[in-house]
């Protein structure tokens, strides 16, 4: 009877540690699948309106309920807040900056000056993104326009972790754009 009690504080001292490397493992597999899934935006869209240079609102309209239709229903049944489900609207996020750099670059033919302007824009983005000041606004204004009640501190963090993950897909697909069109004109 008296061995019981050390044997559970040994069970529980050797099961904590690894509770905790599980938790941080999974944890590491759903923020890949999360950048994975920003590097492939920025890959398709970049593709599409390099390729298309479809900049039309109906097009941009359908894309942006695509991606946050479900997480509305969502949001509306169970009275949740919608930054509650992050992925959504850091996708749309992507999505607008995508749409805002190759909307500013539709004229430039040259690729070197268009991988700066994905530059450029990150730059921004990482400046807004991590900076307390205009993040701030930014979700001010968004709560006051759509009555909605974010924390500029979690939004934030959400979308400084995968600032450079989205313009890597987008020079990722400007580089194998450049490689095929060079292999094919030679």
């Not at 999360?34 to 492939?40: K, R």
């Not at 593709?47 to 229903?73: E, P, Q």
């Not at 992925?87 to 991988?115: E, G």
């Not at 326009?145 to 313009?167: G, K, M, Y």
């Amino acid at each position: 009877m008296w061995a019981d009690p050390p044997l559970c504080r040994y069970t529980i001292v050797r099961l904590i540690p690894s509770l905790i490397q599980l938790i941080t493992n999974a944890c590491s597999a759903i923020r890949l699948l999360v950048a994975s899934y920003l590097f492939m935006t920025g890959y398709g869209h970049f593709t599409f309106f390099y390729k298309k240079k479809d900049f039309s609102l109906h097009r941009s309209l359908g894309v942006l309920v695509r991606l946050n239709l479900l997480t509305v229903a969502l949001c509306l049944t169970t009275g949740l807040d919608y930054l509650t489900y992050y992925f959504a609207p850091l996708v749309s996020l992507w999505y607008l900056f995508i749409y805002t750099t190759m909307y500013i670059s539709r004229n430039i033919s040259d690729a070197r000056i268009l991988a700066a302007n994905i530059v450029f824009m990150t730059v921004l983005m990482a400046y807004i993104t991590q900076t307390n000041g205009p993040m701030s606004k930014l979700v001010e204004l968004v709560n006051a326009i759509c009555q909605l009640h974010w924390n500029a501190r979690e939004w934030s963090f959400r979308t400084s972790l995968d600032v450079c993950i989205v313009p890597a897909g987008m020079l990722t697909a400007l580089g194998k754009i450049l490689l095929r069109f060079r292999s094919t004109y030679r």
